[in-house]
């Protein structure tokens, strides 16, 4: 099987040289509401999105919201934040939705509307660009 | 508890207590777009070349071939690129109220390996009790393994079918009830999911190996019990399911009656690392069936695999293996083994193309080598979700 192996090894090749991922360089920061004085460890905002943990430390439920899949800070914020490309968070996501153990964050549209919608709900959790983060919601810092 | 274990002998009761509470979902409730229509398809195309002709094949297909799913007769012959075995289309609508406490989940599937026929697969009902209770009860999948939730969507799997010697059994489904257990311990994730019920499964797809691909069998797992347990911490996870039931079978629906029912237990246990683009993952499992002295077998089936996430790329490669033990030394039992290696290029942020390709080998006695043979698969697929 002389073709076989042929095919591994140009694959190997193909994959080597093509599978450079994009950077994108997007400085953004995680958001919560103002209201929201608990303890909030960055790991726990990662297993929310990741969709492992579901709750507050106080044990309300988390709300999240993300941002259009071709937007430049949600694709740093999977790359930097959750170590992982966009695609292989559809993956994740597909194995939520579709085991029926998780729903997915809400994704809206820009940075305003993920602000706003932190600033209405107590419970929330976002995360927008650096620029875009004013004294309405509470940062977390990285 | 009458209750339950009447609506778990009678479907069709439990199917109608879900249309009730989806009637009395709150209108205004599920007024607002509450409801998400997702979906997933797989176009699979594989190409079988053996090297060992099986000389007496009671199943009807032509071999050498090469099964990737048990649990659906999934099989892929020896004549020529074939499209059926594994390409399927599915959608799942979930329905909920403002407060997502309480939703009803539905999936449909149209599998190629059955003409297309368009089969129910899911239809349940959930109620968020607490952060960390729920209740469902409905049609849903069995919980043997680490896969068995999302063993039809190839867009979440790594391979372009799962390894066959440990997924794919002759139930993969139930109709009953099930308590979902999720505390939020700080870095520490615990799951564990108590569920009860019973299933049937007509012409069920596993036996077509035995008994030809146009057999009309009848299995009945009434009684199922079971518990799963998960613990996660950073990227290890470990997991133990425990289900006991009793099995009954009629192996030709013209002619045989159907069998007394004898028990069944399955024990499955797993550990599974995700780690800076690593991924790794070993499972066990062990179904007893308990058919009185001599006559007692056991399946013994495992699965390692590892994989690595570049980029786009993800390539993984697995070994799994399957051996059946009876308590009657003199009885021949089958074994097999499957290698393989696979390659994922992720096309889109929802589709993906992979390439596989897997070695079965057929360790079986002499006199059962007839049923399977030494094959390899050259599988291609195409999988996206919506």
Redesign the interface.
Known sequence: MNWIKALLALSLAFILVAANPMRASEKFVVIVNKENNQVVELALVSRIYMGTSRSWPDGTGAIAYDLPEEDDVRIAFSRDFLNRTVANMRIVWSQNIFSGRAIPPKKLNSDLEVKNSVVAHKNAVGYIRASQVDDSVRVIER | MVNTLLLMSFPPLLSLLILIGATFLPLPAIAQQNY?L?G?ASATLGKVTGKTKPTDNPSGYACPCFWSDYGQGSVYESSGLQFKPQSKVAA?L?V?TND?KFYL?G?VISRAVNNGKVNLE?L?M?AELN??LTV?AGK??LPLLQFS??Q??G??LPWTHLPPQLYGWETVNYQGANLRW?P?L??V?VATNWFLGNNRTNDTPYFRANFGKNSITDTRWGQIRGLEAKI?YGGVSARLMALNTRAQYEYDRNSSTLTNPLPIRVRTMGISVDK??WFSGVEYLNMAHINGGDKNTTDHAFLIHTGY?????T?VISYSSYRQKSANPSEPAESSNTAA?A?RY?Y???S?FK?Q?DRWRDTSPEDLKSFHGNS?LLSFSYEF?F
């Not at chain 2, 996430?309 to 790329?313: E, M, P, S």
Request: charged share 25%; net charge neutral.
């Open positions: 998400e997702s997933f799942q979930r909920f997502q989940t999936q899911w349940y959930s952060s960390s469902q849903q999948r939730d999302v039809d969507v867009y979440s999720r939020e700080a870095e994730q996660s800076n683009n996430r570049y980029g786009k790329f390539p290696v390659l992720d889109s942020n929802t993906s390439f390709l390899r979700i």
